[in-house]
């Protein structure tokens, strides 16, 4: 049996760490990091040689191209995020949040990405309310996902219930890593997936919030258990209104690191495409870039991304038809259309707009805060 217990204590925070051990988990990560980034990008390597020595390259290699760049690309986000999280410079926002709830709406924004990988999501939801910051909950719940994601066979269990004593919420996340048949084999059980870069940002993040966290392997079945220390029934009282926010103002984008969320540009004109990309490049966001309404279908089909801005000149049936589909498996999903002529902007739900706008002559002053205000406004 592998086990790791992380934050025993009452106020749980980053494990003290002498120099020596904090240098030797940072070399770790670095070496991590390039054995994840190497691998993918030198099968795509040698991809690239044998299209120059043939000049050509079919449909399902050059799919397999784009899945290991984009592989190498998620490994240097995640290494991004890890090193927002540990700088400590993050000012969290704390609300009570609905814990259920939350990862509900996750689970539900996910949907077609699980469905495409042949998992199934069996989720145990009972009610309980939590203070954290909405963003870092937000990322928290999406990377424990990605983690399972690359790890489970066929079947992730998610709960949410309360802890006996003391009266914590918690969530329990449960898969089976390895095949029944592999079980008794005599093989041993190694971790070195579990022990990926993800599981890493799953440590950090919960550090972050300061969550205790505890991941056992028995029989090849992976538990991992958050407990939220600041459970509403007990958490509320002596809170000042300093430490808990009851909105989610524009003026905190700094404290809300939406960092890695992930946004598709839909725009028919490759000059407009550029400015919407180098507009919003600063805020750390996983951006993809397609040409028309038909390829951003085509790219959703598989998986939702967090955000989408569409050029208004591609408004029509299609993205009607589009945005109805989405709407109907993830009600709030954010849509910002980029108008044609002006510098005047807006917030979706102001004056009756179903998604936000923003005049193409303010992308660049305007865009960035209408994209953290929907994607906020989506947790």
Do not use: Y
Not at 13 to 19: C, E, G
């Amino acid at each position: 049996m592998d086990m790791s217990e992380i934050n025993r204590g009452p106020a749980p925070s980053q494990p003290a760490a002498t120099p020596d051990a904090e240098g030797d988990r940072w070399r770790d990560l670095v070496n991590t990091v390039g054995t994840e980034i190497a691998v993918p990008l030198t099968a795509a390597l040698e991809r690239i040689h044998a299209l120059t020595s043939t000049g050509r390259i079919d449909r399902a290699g050059l799919r397999a191209l784009r899945e290991e760049v984009e592989a190498a690309r998620q490994v240097g986000m995640t290494a991004q995020q890890l090193t927002r999280f540990a700088s400590k410079r993050l000012r969290q926002s704390h609300e009570r949040l609905t814990l259920a709830e939350t990862l509900r709406s996750v689970l539900r924004h996910r949907a077609r990405e699980t469905e495409a990988r042949g998992i199934t999501l069996r989720p145990t939801l009972k009610p309980a309310d939590v203070i954290v910051d909405a963003s870092l909950l937000f990322s928290l719940l999406n990377t424990v996902l990605d983690w399972a994601l690359l790890n489970a066979r066929s079947e992730i269990d998610f709960a949410v219930d309360m802890k006996a004593w003391p009266a914590h919420a918690r969530i329990t996340c449960r898969f089976a890593h390895r095949p029944a048949d592999e079980l008794d084999d005599g093989a041993p059980a190694g971790t070195p997936q579990l022990d990926s870069l993800v599981w890493r940002l799953v440590e950090q993040t919960a550090w972050t919030m300061g969550l205790p966290l505890t991941r056992s392997v028995t029989h090849g079945e992976v538990r991992l258990t958050i407990e939220f220390p600041r459970t509403a029934n007990d958490a509320m009282e002596g809170m000042t209104t300093v430490e808990l926010d009851q909105g989610f103002p524009l003026s905190s984008s700094n404290s809300r690191p939406l960092a890695g969320s992930h946004v598709l540009v839909v725009a028919s004109r490759r000059e407009m495409r550029v400015r919407i990309r180098d507009a919003i490049r600063h805020m750390g966001l996983i951006v993809d870039l397609v040409s028309s309404v038909d390829e951003a279908c085509g790219f959703c089909r598989d998986g939702l991304p967090h955000a989408i801005v569409v050029e208004g000149i591609l408004h029509g049936e299609r993205l009607r038809q589009l945005r109805a589909e989405i709407g109907a498996e993830v009600p709030e999903f954010p849509f910002i259309e980029i108008i044609e002529e002006g510098s005047t902007f807006a917030m979706s739900g102001f004056g009756g707009s179903e998604m936000g706008r923003v005049g193409r002559d303010a992308i660049e002053s305007a865009l960035p805060s209408v994209l953290m205000f929907e994607l906020s406004r989506a947790l």
